[in-house]
């Protein structure tokens, strides 16, 4: 049984969207499996169409090469404070401070025109606030450190702006598979690096895909990459699609379903929540709009909510297990 992909608040014709994003179905995760990216032939693709019920067909493809990526939690003070590193080898790697209510990026390694750069960041780049759906957006200033070792080894600080966009939603077309659930994520980085050689200029624009049940990862992604410094341009893009495109990510898709008593609903003044099932460890309650109105963690398997300051409505509850990932969801009503 599908948990959390489709959720419904039926009562008052309430609905949460299946094509959400949220730290359970997109943020990295240790414990997720490793997963291979085809590098893909990039001039015959382009980002298509933004908006609801699109259509986004990639089935043309060419692959010239493989990068298999691994997911690790994270505790050096290099990339502080980040907790969770995705490398797909030296110089491929991504920095990530993972929470419920948002996914901030803290740098990595990468390779420009053949150069390989490492970028930090003192104040990161949120790539998504959770929940995230469409037309949601989020922006944030940039500032940190970034280092090349050729054309000369230098550091130079930059400051910058990111912008996270979910630009729509819709059926994503491959070779082999088609997924109906996709959700679009356009990501915008701009970064301003030091005077000393004319001052470098990166744009960085991410347009990735994502199937809400299927991987915590973009089933597909464009990225343009411009450079430009005191010893020229660089203009680079790459297309990625995942070599698996059936690859679970979301380990909650494989649970079985846990009992739980909650009770009474409609309430008042509190809620009480109930299982027996020791592995559930936390639980987030969400109003209608999608805004996270609290996280709780459970003792042995329960918990009791105040809900005396909530305001009358739908709540939709998730129920988390130890790994993370989502066990078990409902709704219940605040009534006063």
Avoid at 252 to 264: A, G, H, K, M, R
Avoid at 293 to 307: A, D, Y
Wanted: with cysteine; charged share 10%; net charge neutral.
């Amino acid at each position: 049984m599908k948990k959390f992909i489709l959720i419904w608040f039926t009562v008052c014709s309430v609905t949460i969207s299946a094509q959400t994003l949220t730290q359970t179905n997109h943020a990295p995760h240790f414990g997720s499996p490793d997963y291979t990216v085809y590098v893909l032939d990039s001039a015959s693709f382009y980002p298509g169409a933004e908006g609801v019920n699109q259509t986004w067909n990639f089935t043309a493809s060419t692959s010239t090469l493989a990068i298999t990526y691994s997911t690790t939690n994270y505790a050096s003070s290099t990339f502080s404070p980040a907790n969770i590193a995705v490398k797909g080898g030296n110089s491929n790697s991504a920095y990530y401070l993972s929470s419920p209510n948002d996914l901030k990026y803290y740098g990595g390694d990468m390779t420009v025109g053949g150069n390989n750069l490492t970028i930090k960041y003192v104040n990161p780049a949120i790539f998504a606030n959770y929940p995230f759906s469409s037309g949601n957006s989020v922006s944030s200033i940039t500032s940190g450190s970034v280092s090349s070792t050729s054309p000369l080894p230098i550091t130079q600080a930059f400051s910058g702006t990111c912008t996270a966009t979910a630009i729509g939603t819709g059926t994503l077309i491959l070779a082999s598979r088609t997924f109906n659930d996709v959700i679009k994520i356009k990501t915008v980085q701009k970064l301003v690096a030091g005077s000393s050689i004319g001052g470098i200029n990166f744009t960085i624009v991410n347009y990735d895909y994502y199937s809400t049940s299927s991987s915590r990862n973009p089933i597909f992604s464009i990225q343009t990459l411009t450079l430009s410094s005191g010893f020229g341009n660089t203009y680079q893009k790459t297309v990625t699609v995942q070599k698996d495109y059936d690859i679970v990510g979301i380990h909650s898709l494989q649970q079985p379903n846990i009992d739980l008593s909650v009770f009474p609903n409609p309430c008042n003044d509190f809620i009480q929540f109930n299982s027996t099932n020791n592995d559930v460890f936390k639980i987030a309650i969400y109003d209608a709009t999608g805004n996270l109105v609290t996280n709780q963690l459970m003792q042995l398997g329960k918990t009791k909510i105040n809900t005396s300051h909530f305001s009358n409505g739908i709540y939709l509850y998730l129920i988390e297990d130890k790994h993370h990932e989502i066990r078990k969801s409902g709704n219940f009503q605040v009534q006063k």
